[in-house]
T-cell receptor, first 110, second 116 residues
Framework: GQQLNQSPQSMFIQEGEDVSMNCTSSSIFNTWLWYKQDPGEGPVLLIA?????ELTSNGRLTAQFGITRKDSFLNISASIPSDVGIYFCAGRNYGQNFVFGPGTRLSVLP | EAGVAQSPRYKIIEKRQSVAFWCNPI?????LYWYQQILGQGPKLLIQ????????DSQLPKDRFSAERLKGVDSTLKIQPAKLEDSAVYLCASSLVSRGVNTEAFFGQGTRLTVV
């Protein structure tokens, strides 16, 4: 079945630094989603991408739909303590359900 | 707009007991999903409903898991009998259907199940 890989698995950064993470797939997708999950909560949708090459921003967050359609990237600028959490990518192709990656755990040091 | 509601938030049971979780999706969302999230992993789809019909239950362990959405609104997920490896967070999500395609899913807070 489809599998997603997320990199890095975890990261520790200083407050104010920029963050980059990515998600890769073994197959082509037509939709990518990025979610953030806080401890004890369900995932919250951050950004949705529907077209190869698309670049979409949501505040300090920017995500891109890779041109190969097998990857997606999420960047966070000027990180703050509340950015701490686990970031999941999810992707799907036509007529299929979303598959989730294993997540990138972000820790922000003051 | 109210989000996806789930209950209970936490449940501790002994192995071989049964347990049920409840979910009320966002109003107007035709599609409802149940996911299992084991610690340290991403959510894994168990079952998908569209209205009151099952669309995908290929990853549901049907010997012990069952789910229903009788009136096409709220849903229950049951485990009977529970095993230790069922310890996980059970997430419910819902989405709209637009032009025959499910849009992005919105999640509830989840039910954390511990089987001892």
């Amino acid at each position: 079945g489809q599998q997603l890989n997320q990199s890095p698995q975890s990261m520790f950064i200083q407050e104010g630094e920029d963050v980059s993470m990515n998600c890769t797939s073994s197959s082509i997708f037509n939709t990518w989603l990025w979610y953030k999950q806080d401890p004890g909560e369900g995932p919250v949708l951050l950004i949705a991408l529907y077209k190869a090459g698309e670049l979409t921003s949501n505040g300090r967050l920017t995500a891109q739909f890779g041109i190969t359609r097998k990857d997606s990237f999420l960047n966070i600028s000027a990180s703050i303590p509340s950015d701490v959490g686990i970031y999941f990518c999810a992707g799907r192709n036509y007529g299929q359900n979303f598959v989730f990656g294993p997540g990138t755990r972000l820790s922000v040091l003051p | 707009e109210a989000g996806v509601a789930q209950s209970p938030r936490y449940k501790i049971i002994e192995k071989r007991q049964s347990v049920a979780f409840w979910c009320n999706p966002i109003s107007g969302h035709a599609t409802l999903y149940w996911y299992q999230q084991i610690l340290g992993q991403g959510p894994k789809l168990l079952i998908q409903f569209q209205n009151n019909g099952v669309v995908d239950d290929s990853q549901l362990p049907k010997d012990r898991f069952s789910a229903e959405r009788l009136k096409g609104v709220d849903s229950t997920l049951k485990i009977q009998p529970a095993k230790l490896e069922d310890s996980a967070v059970y997430l419910c999500a819902s989405s709209l259907v637009s032009r025959g395609v499910n849009t992005e899913a919105f999640f509830g807070q989840g039910t954390r199940l511990t089987v001892v």
